[in-house]
Every structure is written in C-alpha cells, then in structure tokens.
C-alpha cells in the first residue's frame, strides 16, 4: 500500500480525450501493478484498466477497450489513463490503486483508493 493522489479530471464533450494521472509515493512503487476503478452516482464501484509492474502487461474492462489505455512512469512514479471517445456513461470519479498483479488489481475491492478525480463527460 503507498499513498495515492489522482488528478486530471475535468468536464469535457462527449468525444473528446482527458488525460488522468495518479502519483503514488513510497520506494515500493516500481514492484506493483497499478490500475484504475470509477464509480458513477448510483453505482458500484467499477474496474476500468490495470498495468503490471514494469507496464509490459496490461488489462481493461470490455466498456473501455479501444479508448482507454492505461500507461505508467515508474522514474515518476505515476500511472496516467488516456481516455479517448469519451461518452456520457464515462462520467464517474476515478481511482487509482495498487496490488501483487493485473488481475489482483481488477478483482481490487478494499483498495487502496487516493481521494479521486471527478471526470464529467457532457453531450
């Protein structure tokens, strides 16, 4: 577990592109896998993307495949997600975290979680 702060959200057009990113302290970054969870009003809590731990591997939620990707600097010690096509049903606040693996992180429930980044997709 290390601290983790995410940032970039903002209200954008529908079809447009954000840009995410969460910076995570602690000298254990370069050894996790990372990913990314959103949740909408009125939802859970859902899995978006994960990344292994020198981001030669990576995972995505079917919702986002092909317009998501998630990337990480481990000398910055910071994941991003790029998020292309944006739609309305994108909307939610977005969280970063960590774990052993890419899968790990997908089945994440506990966290940890950073405070989020509210990402407002408008039409």
């Known amino acids: 577990q290390v601290p983790l702060v995410e940032s970039g959200g903002r209200t954008v057009q529908a079809g447009g592109s954000l840009r995410l990113s969460c910076l995570a302290s602690?000298?254990?970054?370069?050894?996790?896998?990372m990913g990314w969870f959103r949740q909408a009003p009125g939802k859970e809590r859902e899995f978006v993307a994960s990344?292994?731990?020198?981001?030669?591997?990576?995972y995505y939620a079917d919702s986002v495949k092909g317009r998501f990707t998630i990337s990480r600097n481990n000398f910055a010690n910071t994941i991003y997600l790029q998020m292309s096509d944006l739609k309305p049903e994108d909307t939610a606040v977005y969280y970063c975290?960590?774990?052993?693996?890419?899968?790990?992180?997908?089945?994440?429930?506990?966290?940890?979680w950073g405070r989020g980044t509210q990402v407002t997709v408008s039409s």
């Open positions: 990344i292994n731990w020198n981001g030669g591997s990576t």
């Open positions: 975290t960590s774990g052993a693996s890419i899968l790990a992180v997908a089945t994440s429930v506990f966290g940890p």
């Open positions: 602690g000298r254990t970054f370069d050894s996790l896998a």
